[in-house]
């Protein structure tokens, strides 16, 4: 874990290596039922590359337009997911226990395309790129199986948003 | 390559394994840049893995609703995308070489999104879930690497596609 996390968004709680909260994120592994589940042995391997950290209401744990190369997975609590606009900040949803945060950026590079703000004191495991290519290399088949649950949740939002985009589509009729 | 392609979408001319079009391939993986690049080594072996088929202009190579888990990546040609809707079909996207079609359904098992017919004849290499499968267990860092692409593909999408909605949103402003 070599992300400096405490210092881009003090005052954050240190909760240690994600290990301790195994069962918490075990719950939140198990209702992604596609490909192979991961096994509590896996899981356990996982949780070794993330750290946790606790943060109370009103924190802004990632900032629209940073650059910043992790995603976090919510534990407990909520927060809320919002993009500037000229007369202040549009909310595009409230997420609680089991949202993923962060990943496009971890995945492309680009900036942080949205703010999130906690709304409730929020518990949450913070996963690098450092990280990830760690156990890409260290445990291949364990990354595939994290992979895979990434492109099940990227499939889902973007279902999601093109079906709420499709109204708005001025297509060619055909 | 399991899929039994050829019945489900005549008339196709079936151009051989994927192998023989390693050059066209390597292009396409080229044009993203982040994490580990494949080795022309390693796209030879996702290559043979996959299947190409040509189609001439016309030919519904995905229906809207129909299940599939495969997804297919244009070599040549131009495919148009489209989603039924009560007046006809509204175009989505017209797409040409090094897109990437058809993945939403192999990640997550769900109906197809929207159908994508031949403009142009096309040409076109298919990877089915059965395939990926094979490849994450017999050449797990090739596997990685191909879901990496894959995510960054994917995150691409929902960028663009939030953006779009953007407008849209009727959001509380904080």
Known sequence: MELNYR?????LEDLGPASSYVDEI???????????????HEVIALCQHMHCYGAPRGINLV???DTGDYLMVILTGSVVVSKAEQCGAKVYATVGPGACLGEMSMID?????????????TDFAVLSRNDLNRILVDF???GNKF???LLQ???????DASV?????IVGTAI
Do not use: Y
Not at 7 to 11: A, E, K, L, Y
Not at 26 to 40: G, H, K, V, W
């Open 147 to 149: 992979l895979l649950l």
């Open 164 to 168: 709420r985009l499709l109204p708005h």
């Open 140 to 142: 291949p088949r364990l």
């Open 109 to 121: 590079g680009e900036p942080r395309f949205a703010s999130c703000i906690t709304a409730r004191p």
């Open 7 to 11: 210092t881009s968004c003090s005052p």
């Open 63 to 65: 900032r629209e337009g």
């Open 26 to 40: 075990m719950a939140i592994i198990d209702r992604l039922p596609l490909f192979e589940d991961m096994t509590p």
């Open 153 to 159: 949740m990227m499939t889902r939002r973007l279902r």
